[in-house]
């Protein structure tokens, strides 16, 4: 018997998608789930994914404050790569993102200036609400 699983598929150019994310009971806590989401992040860039995503229900707390650990943040908006559940999406659900580091150097430079353009963004944003 096995101690986790976890499916990845590259779902749309850059984009990964992270599912069924399964720990069996007597190994929780243990660093299991964080190991399998490093595996899973690590093939996902092999595959030129820059972001990866998963639905995680929020009322599913050790789950949450997990991805919250592993830099996924919950999505404003979904993507149009979610998948759909008899086709509308999974309600119960937040969708959480995580851009993923890159390892060709140029991709990491970019993926760095985008993230500060992002921060600023943001701020700017909330102070125009003001």
């Known amino acids: ?9 590259a779902v749309s150019p850059g984009y990964a998608y992270i599912s069924n994310v399964a720990v069996s009971t007597a190994y929780r806590r243990s660093g ?9 992040e ?17 009322n599913n707390t050790a789950a949450m404050q ?3 650990r592993l830099k996924y943040k919950k ?3 979904e993507a149009p790569w979610m998948p759909y559940i008899q086709g509308r999406a999974p309600d ?4 959480l993102v995580k ?8 991709h990491q430079q970019q993926d760095d200036v985008e993230q500060k353009h ?13």
């Open 99 to 106: 851009r993923l580091p890159q390892s060709d150097p140029q």
């Open 92 to 95: 119960r659900c937040y969708l």
């Open 66 to 68: 997990l991805y919250k």
């Open 1 to 9: 018997m096995g101690t986790g699983l976890l499916c990845v598929a």
């Open 118 to 130: 992002e921060q600023q963004v943001v701020p700017a944003a909330a102070a125009a609400r003001l």
């Open 32 to 40: 299991v789930a964080v190991q399998l989401m490093a595996e899973a």
């Open 42 to 58: 690590a093939l996902a860039v092999e595959w030129g994914c820059r972001t990866a995503g998963l639905h995680c229900n929020p």
């Open 75 to 77: 999505a404003a908006v």
